[in-house]
Nanobody, 124 residues
Framework: QVQLGESGGGLVQAGGSLRLSCAAS????????MGWFRQAPGKEREFVAA????????AYADSVKGRFTISRDNAKNTVYLQMNSLEPEDTAVYYC?????????????????WGQGTQVTVSS
């Protein structure tokens, strides 16, 4: 069982930066693939970024490539999402997700643990 808790969301102007954190409970965090997803009002939840259990492999949605960076610190049971050059279109609730796997998982249906989400609002 894994419990996830996101933090770091907030209100930022376009062009600004935020770093989201997702703290996980459990002693086997290093065995979990992790992902970030987001859901804007009236839209479906969508993939943002994912990272393998070791941190050696990552994947990004085309819309955030070159602006967002996912990373993890297995010693701290935490995964991060560094978001730079934010745009109003990035406004959404951001969720982290976990699944016991050695792969990089980009499909939200692959994940079985989810956090409660953190709001990111980018003003123009």
């Amino acid at each position: 069982q894994v419990q996830l808790g996101e933090s770091g969301g907030g209100l930022v102007q376009a062009g600004g930066s935020l770093r989201l954190s997702c703290a996980a409970s459990g002693r086997t965090f290093s065995a979990y693939a992790m992902g970030w997803f987001r859901q804007a009002p009236g839209k479906e939840r969508e993939f943002v970024a994912a990272i393998s259990w070791s941190g050696g492999s990552t994947a990004y949605a085309d819309s955030v490539k070159g602006r967002f960076t996912i990373s993890r610190d297995n010693a701290k049971n935490t995964v991060y999402l560094q978001m730079n050059s934010l745009e109003p279109e990035d406004t959404a609730v951001y969720y982290c997700a976990a699944r016991s796997s050695m792969l990089v998982l980009t499909d939200l249906r692959s994940y079985n643990y989810w956090g409660q989400g953190t709001q990111v609002t980018v003003s123009s």
